[in-house]
């Protein structure tokens, strides 16, 4: 058999068992990475690249005193959207204790350890979905203990759109909350000059960079009243949308606006 006509045959039966191999490879590199001690490493390396950038940036012109707004509306839902949220332990008072809900997602796992070590304790649900989630999911534990950390005078932050839904949506999870607790949904935004969105991400992920302007706004609280059916807490969900929306804009125009010397 000539030697081209060997290959041919030969090449069809090794190419799978490289796919097999790589397949192999990848699970295994994957596992190594959600183990304890890698979960561990990775975050306290973002956890320290978070604090240099935070101490890089400098205040942008303009932005709304969340200090005296957190402090005003304690114990509140601070909300804002994924993909905007890696800012979020910078403009909580080092004051007030609060709680963050973070998915289940075995992803999280990473951001749990970095949002640990900014001293806010975590619970693990869908903030999206909390409302409608089955106790298996821990949608329905995760809302009782938001209610009971905000009975207990914590504050929650929280993330508004449903984690692979659509993108800058608010859910009814944290309306719901709001609802249940009687406290004041906070809609937040926190931008800065320099960063890198990372478009293929599904949220747009942005990751802040070192070095220049951080912008933080916060829109008028919203109370959700105790009676609210279900019109009115569709409403008032489309009105959180509306109003993160317009903290996140007004953000990055505070950010990127050039100022004179």
């Known amino acids: 058999m000539p030697p081209a006509e060997e290959d041919q045959k030969t090449a069809p039966a090794t190419r799978p068992k490289r796919r097999k191999w790589r397949v192999r490879l990848q699970r295994r590199l994957k596992a190594a990475s959600r183990s304890p001690g890698a979960v561990r490493f990775v975050g306290r ?4 690249a978070l604090r240099g950038i935070r101490a890089s940036q400098r205040p942008a012109a303009d ?19 994924h ?10 008072p080092r004051d007030l204790p609060y709680l963050a809900l973070l998915s289940r997602s075995a992803d999280a796992e990473i951001n ?3 949002v640990e070590r900014f001293g806010i304790e975590t619970v693990r649900g869908s903030g999206g979905r909390v409302r409608e989630a089955a106790s298996e999911k821990g949608g329905v534990r995760a809302l009782i203990r938001m209610k009971r950390a905000l009975d207990d005078g914590l504050g929650i932050c929280m993330i508004a759109d449903v984690p692979k839904g659509t993108p800058r949506e608010a859910g009814l999870g ?3 909350l709001a609802r249940l607790s009687g406290r004041p949904i906070v809609p937040s935004a926190a ?19 070192p070095f220049g302007r951080i912008a933080v706004v916060m829109e008028e609280p919203i109370f959700v ?6 019109d009115e807490l569709e409403a008032i969900r489309a009105q959180l ?12 125009d505070l950010a990127d606006r050039k100022t004179s010397h």
């Open 225 to 230: 009243p105790p009676q609210a059916g279900a």
């Open 174 to 176: 944290i309306v719901t």
């Open 112 to 114: 749990a350890a970095v």
């Open 45 to 48: 390396l973002i956890y320290e």
């Open 241 to 252: 949308t509306l109003a993160i929306e317009r903290a996140n804009r007004r953000a990055a």
């Open 191 to 209: 931008v800065t000059s320099r960063r890198r969105v990372l478009e293929k991400t599904w949220d747009k992920t942005t990751l802040p960079l």
């Open 63 to 81: 932005s709304s005193d969340f200090d005296a707004i957190l402090h005003r509306e304690h114990p509140a839902i601070v909300a804002l959207w």
């Open 83 to 92: 993909g905007q949220h890696l800012l979020a332990p910078f403009f909580r």
